[in-house]
Antibody, heavy 118, light 108 residues
Framework: EVQLVESGGGFVQPGGSLRLSCVAS????????MNWVRQAPGKGLEWIAY????????YYADSVKGRFTISRDNAKDSLYLHMNSLRADDTGVYYC???????????WGQGTLVTVSS | EIVLTQSPDTLSLSPGERATLSCKAS???????LAWYQQKPGQAPRLLIY???KRATGIPDRFSGSGSGTDFTLIISRLEPEDFALYYC?????????FGQGTKVEIK
């Protein structure tokens, strides 16, 4: 079965850091662009980061630029999101998603919850 | 930066009725980069439509997408009980890979 599984979420104080991981099974992420998308409680989907298959191209949403870093390890079929200087408005469920050429985001992981609070 | 605006915010319909969801972009883009997703409470989004009109694997044919340029539409021809959910459009041809704010399809 093709799936993505996120981990690393949790409770952190403002200003703290977390590293999220996303592991693929049933397929290899090599050759695919990958994304992180988050969803604040009761809110819509917010795309936050993209990394191309070759690492050559990385994009961030303005809301996380300079604080978050996306990276990947193709040998481990893993995607990462390093989050620093966390704020209360970073609270939400974080999803990883594979981006196929011209075919949108599919599949998505089940999400991991990040709560930033004092 | 492309901004997507969905309408209506909420659609109240009965099972068996037809649902028409709109997604309008702030600037024109290639329709091969337009997707629709369904999300149910407590679940991850699921890809329904990509390339504006192509159904993803396993998606019933009561779901159809159309449009080009700045105007896109998702139609659910006859609502089944499991179709009551949130729906998002997205463009994935440029960054930021923006989502619309979502349309909630609720039972009337």
């Amino acid at each position: 079965e093709v799936q993505l599984v996120e981990s690393g979420g949790g409770f952190v104080q403002p200003g703290g850091s977390l590293r999220l991981s996303c592991v693929a099974s049933g397929f290899t992420i090599r050759g695919y662009s990958m994304n992180w998308v988050r969803q604040a409680p009761g809110k819509g989907l917010e795309w936050i980061a993209y990394i191309s298959s070759s690492d050559n191209t990385i994009y961030y949403a303005d809301s996380v630029k300079g604080r978050f870093t996306i990276s990947r390890d193709n040998a481990k079929d893993s995607l990462y999101l390093h989050m620093n200087s966390l704020r209360a408005d970073d609270t939400g469920v974080y999803y990883c998603a594979k981006e196929g050429a011209f075919v949108g985001f599919n599949p998505w992981g089940q999400g991991t919850l990040v709560t930033v609070s004092s | 930066e492309i901004v997507l605006t969905q309408s209506p915010d909420t659609l109240s319909l009965s099972p068996g009725e037809r649902a028409t969801l709109s997604c309008k972009a702030s600037q024109s883009f290639d329709s091969i980069y337009l997707a629709w997703y369904q999300q149910k409470p407590g679940q991850a989004p699921r890809l329904l439509i990509y390339g504006a009109s192509k159904r993803a694997t396993g998606i019933p044919d009561r779901f159809s997408g159309s449009g080009s340029g700045t105007d896109f539409t998702l139609i659910i021809s006859r609502l089944e009980p499991e179709d009551f959910a949130l729906y998002y459009c997205q463009q994935y041809g440029s960054s930021p890979r923006a989502f619309g704010q979502g349309t909630k399809v609720e039972i009337k």
